[in-house]
Structures are given as C-alpha cells and as structure tokens.
C-alpha cells in the first residue's frame, strides 16, 4: 500500500463518526434505486422470456363492449390470410373459488399440438404429455397452488360447470415460480375439458391465436384481419410486450423522480454538512499546512476522502440492493411493482443484473456527491491557519 | 540566512478596523545561530513567526531566506518551502490526537512520496533526537503534556528541515519538561540548524548558546 493512502486511511478511521452518517444515508438512497432497477429488470426479463412463448397475433371478439366467443368458422378465415401459417382456437374462461373468493384462469390447450408441446416441455422438463393425457389432468399457477394447499386440495380439485355436473380433475404440476408474473392464477387443462368446464359450445372459442412468423407481415395481417371483422380486438405480441414494458417503467420512472427529490435533499444537507468548518476541521487543515500541504493537495486529499465513503456506500447500497430483492424477494416494494392479478402474486425475482444500470447508479450518485462538497472542500483547505496555529 | 526588510503587517477587522501587528522589521539572522524574539503577549512574535513559516503573508517588506522572498510565494512553492526548509514548533500541542505518534509524522513525510522504508527511517531518527521514541505507538492523546510538545518537535524536524520556529514552546511545560525540551534545542543547534525561538519565557534570558535576542513591543523592534 502506498504511505499517503496509508495515511487517508488513518484519517478515515478517525472521522468515521463524522463519515458515519453521510454513508447510511448515502448507503440508502443507492439502495433504494438501485432495488428499483433491479425489481424493474428482473420483470423485464421474466416477462419477456414468458411472452416469447405467445402468440405473434392474439384475435378476439367484442360485442357492446363485451368480451364474446367467436365462432370457430372465423379459424378457416384468419389462415387464409396470407402470412399466417397458423391459426388456433383458444377456450379460457375464469373459474370462481369460493372458499377464497378468488378467480381463477382456466386456460384449456391442446396437448396434441406439437408446438404446445414443446412450449409445455421449456417450462416443464419432466412432463410426460401422455402421462397427462391419460386421465384428467391440469397443471396450476403457484398462487392457485397455494390456495388449493390451503384446503388440502393437493392431488384434485372438483369443479362445477354451468350444467350442474362435477368435474373431477388431477393435479399433475406446478407451473414454475419464472412465470408467477403472469401465471400465477393459471390452470392449464386440456382444451376439451376447459370446453366442458367453462359451458363454451363445441363451435366456439374465446378467441384465436395466429403464427405470423415474418414481422414484416404482422401489419398487413393485422389490417386484413381488421378490415374482414369490425367488432374485433387485435392484440399482437409486441403490443403485450409494451404493455407491461409501460407499466413497469411508468413505475420505475416515478421512483426516479422520488430519488432525485431524495438526493437533491441529500446533496443540499451534504452541501451544508460540509460547509460547517469545525475547530477539528480548522485544525487539521492547520497542521497540513503547517507541515507543507498545499491548498490543492489538501482538496484533492479531502475528495479522496469522501470518495472512498462515496465508494464504498455504493458497494454497501448495490449489495444491500441485491439481498433485499433478491434474498428477500423486496417485502413493499414488490407489491409497488407486481400488484394484482386475480390473485396476489407471489413471483420471486430472476436475477437480472446489467452493468450499465451499475455503470448508470455509480455516475449518477458519485459525480453529484463530489460536487456538492466541492466547494466546502476548498473553503476549508483555504481557511487561514494563524489563528489555530497560535 | 535569513534577512527581513521593512517588514510590515496590518490586520483588518470585520468592521473595517485597521491594526498593525508588526512596523518595519528589519533584522538579519545567520545560517546556524539561535535567536530569540522577546516580548510580551501581542506584541507581534507569532505574527512574526507565522511571516517567516510562510503561513501568513506580510502586508509589505521583503522576508528573503537563503536569498528567495518568500513572501511572493504562491501557495503551491510556500507549501514547498515548509515542507523542505522550514519547521514550526507551537505553543500548543497541534497533533491528531486519535493516530499514535508515529503516524502523526506522516502528514509531513507522505507528500515526498517517500517509501515505507524512507518513512520509517526518518520517523526513528526524529523520535530519537525528540527523546520520545518509547512512545511511538501510543495514540498522542494518552501522552502527557511534556510528551506531547516532544512529539510536535519530532514532526517538526522529521523533513530535516533547516530553519525551526519556536513560537512560546515552553509555555505549557513545567519546569522539568522544558529542561528537556532546552537539551533537544541545543542538539539541534549543534547540527548547524538554524532556529527561532519566540518566547518571554525567563528560562530563555540567561542562556548561552543564544546568539541574538530582539525585544518585540507593540509591533516595533527595539
């Protein structure tokens, strides 16, 4: 180690009451944003990666403003149209748990579908479509899982359609904890018993999915599809994406406001903190100067000082960051951010870590703290020592 | 070694008030010799002191060491200066009370750049000469007054420096302490340094190995 930053560190031991304060707080405005840009790139990236499985264009039915089934001749329309190499009807319909008072979403798919099935085995590596198909199966969101627990319903739940009989379905899986975002208050069941379940007559969807793999072809297809059926609603992948893209960054950006509001308040105590000049203050600079520091040796000491407190209250602030979203799952923030499904989501987050929003958080703290004490630095550096000195 | 001419100093208030602290102060010091300013409290010694350590700008005069005005310093070469030629010794025990007594002889050894070993080398040596190397790693603030003033002097003379300023050193010492501090001074000056010593401290007037002594009063030399 060198002597003089030997020295600095000396120096830092003996102000550490005096540093003490400036980096907890300093710790906790790092930590406090930082969490938000954790929280807000972890959703980013499980909701991305669970939107990736969508369909390119999602087509459903409105009716005075309501959601309708459509009619299945509405299939042989969409995959006419040039672009789409597939079309599929979709059954999905809410479940109401009474105990709970709580919906559900009963999503029913077709497990014969080869693409289906290679979406089921991404999020599931060990399930065994035939093994589900062979009795009636379902595989349930972690919030639906935690419900149905809570009244020992742990192998099957018995549910009741609209014509009065009772369906007797197994639990076969969970779905992972990556798509609790979004999937949290999902069952997934096989396309024929969702049918029979949610009372949709056999010529029926709720609505239409569409593969539309060349993006350049999703606007014209849109358009088509718009001009054939008025009372549609035309969802297409991206604008999902920039659904929830919205959402999180609107609440991101209105905790960026909160943080400058915060450090604009923090840089003016820091400001005034330092422009107090204690007898200590006085002396210290006295003696340097005494021993043949100059006024600019001593401000840059002085900023070498405070950047290490700055420094490390970064390094403290990103690690308290991590284990608070991370290890802890960030208890009240997350409720912020998540909100509400049907159920109360319990998604944990996937750690989703970049360096330029470190790179961003450093610049954005470190620069303004240097220069709040700036000028306090220098008026201290240049206060005159005879009268200490005496 | 030192040549002052027409040395002025005049102070202002905050309401405008003009003092003068020193009138014309023109006096010669030879490299090597042992000086003492005399004088009451106020009568202008630290002022003076203060002027020659390069801490304080004179108002008007020539304050000439080994043939450089001084007093037209820029901050960075008076930082310089008392960093290689000069050192000053308070009444006051000046020291960072919570580093022990070692590393309070950093502050003036780490802006050479000097290396641990050149650090440790130059620390010893001063301790030595200050007679208080037994202490060096005790924090200054569990040190008595005596050892303290030992402690000031060591990092005075840890850069070697050529001139050492005394401003009222025995001030507060008993009588014991400024014994000690007289036999320190004395080997310095054997070492051919030159030093200044204010001080209306009795101890001081029969002293042989002084060379000059000047009478300050109201700012006038006499």
């Known amino acids: 180690m060198l002597p003089k930053l030997h020295f600095l560190l000396l120096l830092l031991l003996k102000h550490k009451k005096k540093h003490l304060g400036i980096f907890l707080l300093s710790a906790l405005l790092i930590a406090l944003l930082a969490s938000t840009l954790f929280i807000s790139a972890s959703l980013k990236k499980d909701i991305f990666s669970t939107l990736d499985a969508q369909a390119d264009i999602t087509l459903q039915k409105y009716q005075a403003g309501r959601l309708m089934n459509l009619p299945s001749s509405w299939l042989d329309e969409a995959l006419a149209i040039e672009g789409v190499t597939k079309a599929q009807g979709r059954i999905y319909g809410e479940h109401y748990y009474e105990p709970k008072e709580e919906h559900f979403l009963i999503v029913g798919i077709d497990f014969y579908d080869e693409q289906v099935q290679k979406n089921l085995q991404r999020l599931l590596q060990n399930i065994d479509i035939e093994a589900f198909l062979k009795r009636k199966n379902m595989i349930i969101g972690t919030g639906v899982k935690k419900f149905f627990n809570e009244y020992a319903y742990n192998d099957y739940y018995i549910f009741r359609p609209p014509n009065r009989s009772k369906e007797k379905v197994y639990i076969y899986d969970t779905l992972p904890q990556t798509t609790a975002l979004i999937g949290s208050d999902v069952i997934l069941m096989d396309i024929e018993e969702a049918r029979k379940i949610l009372g949709i007559p056999r010529d029926e969807f709720s609505d239409i999915i569409l593969e539309v793999p060349n993006k350049n072809e999703r606007l014209t297809v849109y358009e088509k599809l718009l001009v054939s059926h008025f009372n549609t609603r035309i969802i297409t992948k991206e604008d999902i994406q920039k659904h929830y893209e919205n959402l999180f960054n609107y609440k991101g950006g209105v905790f960026m406001v909160l943080y400058s509001i915060a450090l604009a308040t923090f840089l003016l105590i820091l400001y005034q903190r330092y422009s107090l000049i204690t007898t200590a203050d006085a002396k210290e600079v006295a003696i340097l100067k005494s021993v043949g520091w100059s006024i600019k040796g001593i401000i840059s000491f002085k900023l070498e000082e405070n950047f290490i407190v700055a420094f490390f209250a970064y390094i403290f602030g990103v690690i308290g960051a991590l284990i608070y979203v991370y290890v802890f799952g960030a208890p009240l923030l997350r409720n912020i951010f998540l909100g509400y499904n049907n159920l109360q989501n319990d998604a944990s987050f996937t750690p989703a870590i970049h360096l330029s929003d470190l790179v961003l958080l450093f610049l954005l703290f470190v620069v303004p703290f240097m220069l709040a004490i700036i000028i306090p630095l220098w008026r201290v550096a240049i206060t005159e020592p005879n009268e200490v000195l005496k | ?222």
């Not at chain 2, 020291?95 to 050479?112: A, C, D, M, S, W």
């Not at chain 2, 320190?184 to 007037?205: C, M, N, Q, S, Y």
């Open chain 2, 1 to 222: 070694m030192i040549e002052l001419q027409d040395l002025c100093k005049t102070f202002e208030s905050q309401n405008g008030e003009h003092f003068t602290a020193l009138h014309n102060i023109t006096l010669h010091i030879n490299a090597g010799e042992m000086v003492q300013f005399q004088g009451v409290s106020g009568s202008g010694k630290s002022t003076l002191l203060h002027i020659l350590a390069s801490l304080l700008k004179p108002t008007s005069g020539r304050v000439e060491i080994a043939g450089e005005n001084i007093a037209s310093y820029s901050d960075y070469y008076a930082s310089l200066y008392r960093r290689d030629t000069v050192a000053y010794i308070t009444q006051s025990f000046h020291l960072l009370g919570e580093l022990t007594l070692r590393e309070n002889l950093l502050p003036p050894l780490v802006i050479k750049e000097l290396s641990f070993k050149e650090i440790n080398a130059a620390t010893r040596k001063a301790l030595e000469i200050a007679n208080i190397a037994h202490k060096a790693d005790e924090k200054v603030a569990n040190l008595s007054g005596g050892e303290k003033q030992r402690a000031v002097i060591a990092r005075a003379i840890v850069n070697d420096a050529d001139i050492i300023l005394c401003d009222e050193p025995t001030a507060n010492l008993d009588k014991a302490n400024a014994l000690k501090f007289l036999e320190i001074i004395k080997e310095l000056k054997r070492k051919g340094k030159t030093i200044v010593i204010a001080t209306h401290d009795p101890l001081f007037d029969d002293l042989d190995i002084i060379d000059k002594r000047f009478m300050l009063k109201e700012g006038h030399l006499e």
